[in-house]
T-cell receptor, first 116, second 115 residues
Framework: GAGVSQSPSNKVTEKGKDVELRCDPISGHTALYWYRQSLGQGLEFLIYFQGNSAPDKSGLPSDRFSAERTGGSVSTLTIQRTQQEDSAVYLC??????????????FGPGTRLTVL | AQSVTQLDSQVPVFEEAPVELRCNYSSSVSVYLFWYVQYPNQGLQLLLKYLSGSTLVESINGFEAEFNKSQTSFHLRKPSVHISDTAEYFCAVTKLGGATNKLIFGTGTLLAVQP
């Protein structure tokens, strides 16, 4: 099977515009995670989905950030009114449910977001 | 809360030399420990993990890490590195038995293998 895929691979936007980043998890993986990798902050957790619900949104840096997951599969991370500090690589990972024997997180290639 | 410290941001080493990448963690609860590797222009890949049992874990490409609970460390070692091992290595933890397995990462160590 295919791994985690993310689109677009690169996104350049102007400050103040909204962006949507997409993640397709590995088929059958009910857990989905978003992380952000930036020069200043390293790798940071953003949000966790189990199925379509998000029991842990503790890493979202502001209310400009939101995410949803539909059908227990594809997830979209939306950043409204982008700021230059939002520039980073956004990584998605998926796994079996926490506590299952094979709950290793598998990462996608990421979306590099540049806010001008 | 958990935290991870990777003291070395960059480790230069000659090919076929041994290497150790250091990782220390802080947690008030038991944790699972991971090393992920990111090759140039590629995504994160799991290198190895410690969940329970033997404190020495190995990867398929010759790396090993030892969980030391008393020193709260999980250092990564390889007895002889190759040019192809050049990559950034991230140590990570997650809370054992937590409702979510969110990973807390260290800042990464760039392993630069020179001929």
């Amino acid at each position: 099977g295919a791994g985690v895929s993310q689109s677009p691979s690169n996104k350049v936007t102007e400050k103040g515009k909204d962006v949507e980043l997409r993640c397709d998890p590995i088929s059958g993986h009910t857990a989905l995670y978003w992380y952000r990798q930036s020069l200043g902050q390293g790798l940071e957790f953003l949000i966790y989905f189990q199925g379509n619900s998000a029991p842990d949104k503790s890493g979202l840096p502001s209310d400009r950030f939101s995410a949803e997951r539909t059908g227990g599969s594809v997830s979209t991370l939306t950043i409204q009114r982008t700021q230059q500090e939002d520039s980073a690589v956004y990584l998605c990972a998926s796994s079996s449910p926490p506590g299952s024997l094979t709950d290793t997180q598998y990462f996608g290639p990421g979306t590099r977001l540049t806010v001008l | 809360a958990q935290s991870v410290t990777q003291l070395d941001s960059q480790v230069p080493v000659f090919e076929e030399a041994p290497v150790e990448l250091r990782c220390n963690y802080s947690s008030s609860v038991s944790v699972y420990l991971f090393w992920y590797v990111q090759y140039p222009n590629q995504g994160l890949q799991l290198l190895l993990k410690y969940l329970s049992g033997s404190t020495l874990v190995e990867s398929i490409n010759g790396f090993e890490a030892e969980f030391n609970k008393s020193q709260t460390s999980f250092h990564l070692r390889k007895p002889s590195v190759h040019i192809s091992d050049t990559a950034e290595y991230f140590c990570a933890v997650t809370k054992l038995g937590g409702a979510t397995n969110k990973l807390i990462f260290g800042t990464g160590t760039l392993l630069a293998v020179q001929p």
